[in-house]
């Protein structure tokens, strides 16, 4: 089964940090993606890179970036963390092409900025 | 643009009560819908993917089905244990794009 990891569930932190949230997919995956959910506005992608170096921005990435060293490896940076920014974070991985392109999740990280 | 609409928001059933989700979609050439299930705090469980209309998928109580401009899931005899967000998306044909979601339909299922 294909699992995608995030490091963590739940984080706490104050306005202003620079904060990391990594996620780690095992499948061999080209595309990883980066979305944040919040109430009544249902899934938006921040980033999604389909290659190791490559990125793209999706529909909301002021004040975030990337960076996506190993193919298996995906991390998205807050680089001064903002009380708006406070949401549950999701990351997915997918295959690149034909059959078989469904992305799969990880559990999330619901982030809360004070 | 662009774009994916769920039906309804919120649907509320008895057990045993069986009913539809709508998914209606606006895509510059459809490379792939999906259907997604999320329970309340983790991350959406991938249910189905439908590639042409006509193409019909079952999972136990689920049926999901496709058209060129929608694509319903059916849900038969519902159990308490089904009550969940279910999430639309679709991949667009375009190289280089990331799924497109629809916000959800949230069903409530009571014994």
């Known amino acids: 089964d294909v699992k995608v990891t995030q490091s963590s569930r739940y984080l706490v932190k104050r306005t202003g940090e620079k904060v990391f949230l990594e996620c780690v997919q095992d499948?061999?995956?080209?595309?990883m993606f980066w979305y944040r959910q919040d109430p009544g506005l249902g899934l938006r992608l921040i980033y999604f890179s389909y290659d190791v170096k490559m990125k793209e921005k999706g529909d909301i990435p002021e004040g975030y970036s990337v960076s996506r060293e190993k193919k298996e490896r995906f991390s998205l940076i807050l680089e001064s963390a903002s009380t708006n920014q406070t949401s549950m974070y999701l990351c997915?991985?997918?295959?690149?092409?034909?059959?078989?392109?469904?992305?799969?999740f990880g559990q999330g990280t619901r982030l809360t900025v004070v | 643009e662009d774009q994916v609409t769920q039906s309804p928001e919120a649907l509320r059933l008895q057990e045993g009560e069986s009913s539809s989700l709508n998914c209606s979609y606006t895509v510059s050439g459809l490379r792939g819908l999906f259907w997604y299930r999320q329970d309340p705090g983790k991350g959406p469980e991938f249910l189905f993917t439908l590639y042409s209309a006509g193409e019909e998928k079952e999972k136990e109580r689920l049926k999901a089905t496709l058209t060129k401009k929608e694509s319903f899931l059916h849900i038969t005899a519902p159990k308490p244990e089904d009550s969940a967000t279910y999430l639309c998306a679709v991949v667009p044909h375009r190289a280089g794009t990331a799924l497109i979601f629809g916000k959800g339909t949230t069903l409530s299922v009571s014994s």
């Open positions: 499948m061999d995956h080209e595309n």
């Open positions: 997915a991985s997918s295959l690149t092409g034909g059959a078989g392109t469904e992305a799969f």
